[in-house]
């Protein structure tokens, strides 16, 4: 059955029991809406034509797969927050036809991959290639600073509750893993910040701690602090 064959500017419009405009197509600008009979897409930067505009609460769209392994996805706009999601599924995101990241159903953060790899332990964000361009830049133009790379650590295990880090306590680490014939979790060697009292107001001293691997072993041993 084909409504408007003619290509009239005229509305259609389907109502429910609860929606007066439960679907509604906007003849005249090419636009559908789904509980509202004024769809809009002004607020896109792009193209305005044609448009669907799910309006409502809480507007949601739900896609489900219905094989033996029934998997939903979602996208959600509820008190100002936007939701993109699913049920036990990965989310990725596309550029130029091919995926450019996702984020796994163990919530990690892949760059460059597939699948998650162990590189001296499994992180939740990990960026993986195999060329010149697959790594990360920091720069900031300005007359007066660099840019920074800020580590942080509190002696809590509650976030946001800053309690002192106690003595000789580790800050945090850089370190290097070497892929050894069966996996990329020996460490060749490291650069680690220690307290050096238990950190008080404003006053924090602390030390550097150089290390290396030696021969015939797989972690690193203080060389240098």
């Not at 002696?155 to 800050?171: F, H, K, R, W």
Request: aromatic share 8%; glycine share 10%; proline share 3%.
């Amino acid at each position: 059955t084909v409504f408007n064959e003619a290509s009239q500017d005229i509305d259609f419009r389907v109502e429910s029991n609860g929606n007066a405009n439960m679907l509604f197509v906007d003849a005249g600008n090419d636009r559908i809406g789904v509980g509202t009979a004024s769809p809009d897409g002004s607020s896109f930067s792009g193209s305005s034509s044609p448009v669907v505009d799910v309006s409502g609460t809480t507007p949601l769209i739900i896609l489900s797969e219905t094989d033996s392994n029934t998997k939903k996805a979602w996208v959600g706009l509820s008190a100002d927050e936007f939701f993109l999601g699913g049920t036990n599924t990965a989310t990725r995101f596309y550029t130029a036809n091919a995926e450019a990241m996702r984020i796994d159903s163990s919530q990690r953060v892949l760059i460059g991959h597939t699948s998650s790899i162990q590189v001296e332990g499994t992180m939740n964000l990990q960026l993986i290639g195999t060329s010149s361009n697959d790594g990360l830049s920091i720069a900031r133009f300005n007359a007066d600073f660099g840019p920074y790379f800020n580590f942080g650590r509190s002696g809590s295990g509650t976030i946001g509750s800053m309690t002192a880090v106690p003595n000789n306590d580790e800050l945090g680490r850089i370190q290097w893993a070497v892929a050894d014939g069966t996996d990329m979790n020996s460490v060749g060697a490291s650069i680690s910040a220690f307290t050096e009292q238990t950190a008080a107001s404003n006053d924090v001293p602390s030390r550097l701690v150089f290390s290396t691997t030696a021969d015939g072993a797989s972690s690193p041993t203080e060389r240098l602090r």
